[in-house]
T-cell receptor, first 116, second 113 residues
């Protein structure tokens, strides 16, 4: 498994501002992902955070709105830019961990964002 | 990507009873993973089942996979109040979508003491 931490755990922000969320893993991992969970909904993949190159975004998500950094194999950041109330969600990072047989994916505790 | 579907959307049982949750998906998969989420917190990984497996057990959890029907089920035996949570299935289609999980809508399980 992997131990994943996220900062901040929650925040309340004003519309038009930006928030950067940090994700730290206790071991080097190849694959890191960012997900969004809107209130009462399931999780949706935002992007794959690639180390050493630009993130790969899913349909409906763009770099200008959700810039992502991945400076090394244990750390990534997601910025939610120019926020509106519709961005109020839980944002979760995840990492894929391989053992000899399985590629399980583990999630951080999430960052609960409220935009006023 | 297409979301899977889970049923029931909500399940309410008494402690000691078994809880069964079902998940259906639309594309072929590499593996399927089940997660638990307590009160909007982070997801706890429960179990992974690969496409060439039909059944897996972990403690009080039993997961089945029927790739011909594109469906999976999660059985929690002898449930406890602490099992109260939302449960999600997530599929990994592999290939060019490797590692990208598609989540079902989730089942809210309430276990009454």
């Amino acid at each position: 498994s992997a131990v994943i931490s996220q900062k901040p755990s929650r925040d309340i922000c004003q519309r038009g501002t930006s928030l950067t969320i940090q994700c730290q893993v206790d071991s080097q991992v190849t694959m890191m992902f960012w997900y969004r969970q809107q209130p009462g909904q399931s999780l949706t993949l935002i992007a794959t955070a690639n180390q050493g190159s630009e993130a790969t975004y899913e349909s409906g998500f763009v770099i200008d709105k959700f810039p992502i950094s991945r400076p090394n194999l244990t750390f990534s950041t997601l910025t939610v830019s120019n926020m509106s109330p519709e961005d109020s969600s839980i944002y979760l990072c995840s990492v894929e961990v391989w053992d000899s047989h399985y590629n399980e994916q583990f999630f951080g505790p999430g960052t609960r964002l409220t935009v006023l | 990507s297409q979301q899977g579907e889970e049923d029931p959307q909500a399940l309410s049982i008494q402690e000691g009873e078994n809880a069964t949750m079902n998940c259906s998906y639309k594309t072929s998969i590499n593996n399927l993973q089940w997660y638990r989420q307590n009160s909007g917190r982070g997801l706890v990984h429960l179990i992974l089942i690969r496409s060439n497996e039909r059944e897996k057990h972990s403690g009080r959890l039993r997961v089945t996979l029927d790739t011909s029907k594109k469906s999976s089920s999660l059985l929690i035996t002898a449930s406890r109040a602490a099992d109260t949570a939302s449960y999600f299935c997530a599929t990994d289609a592999g290939g060019t979508s490797y590692g990208k999980l598609t989540f079902g809508q989730g089942t809210i399980l309430t276990v009454h003491p």
